[in-house]
């Protein structure tokens, strides 16, 4: 098992930045891909980054593009999402998620709040 531990979420004005933290352990050997989803309310949840854990291959949506960048410390177990030029509708409750295959994600975090004011 892969336990995921989110941080740095928090309220911000439209146009600010923050950095979010995901916090890996346990069996994260077995870990192929990392990856930030987001679900905001009344909506489904989206996927937002991902990077290889192995390489430093990225995948971004669209709507982040430009703005959003995601990183990994594989010392530290960590993979990192920051986040530029906020805009109100970035705000979300973003999740960690980790594949031990493409196509899958196995495991996920708990969560943490992004609110975006205008």
């Known amino acids: 098992q892969v336990q995921l531990v989110e941080s740095g979420g928090g309220s911000v004005q439209a146009g600010g930045s923050l950095r979010l933290s995901c916090a890996a352990s346990?069996?994260?050997?077995?870990?192929?891909?990392m990856g930030w989803f987001r679900q905001a309310p009344g909506k489904e949840r989206e996927f937002v980054a991902s990077?290889?854990?192995?390489?430093?291959?990225?995948s971004y949506a669209d709507s982040v593009k430009g703005r959003f960048t995601i990183s990994r410390d594989n010392a530290k177990n960590t993979v990192y999402l920051q986040m530029n030029i906020l805009k109100p509708e970035d705000t979300a409750v973003y999740y960690c998620?980790?594949?031990?295959?493409?196509?899958?994600?196995?495991?996920w975090g708990q969560g943490t709040q992004v609110t975006v004011s205008s």
């Open positions: 346990g069996r994260t050997f077995s870990v192929y891909n």
């Open positions: 990077i290889r854990w192995s390489s430093s291959s990225t």
């Open positions: 998620a980790g594949a031990v295959r493409l196509g899958t994600w196995n495991y």
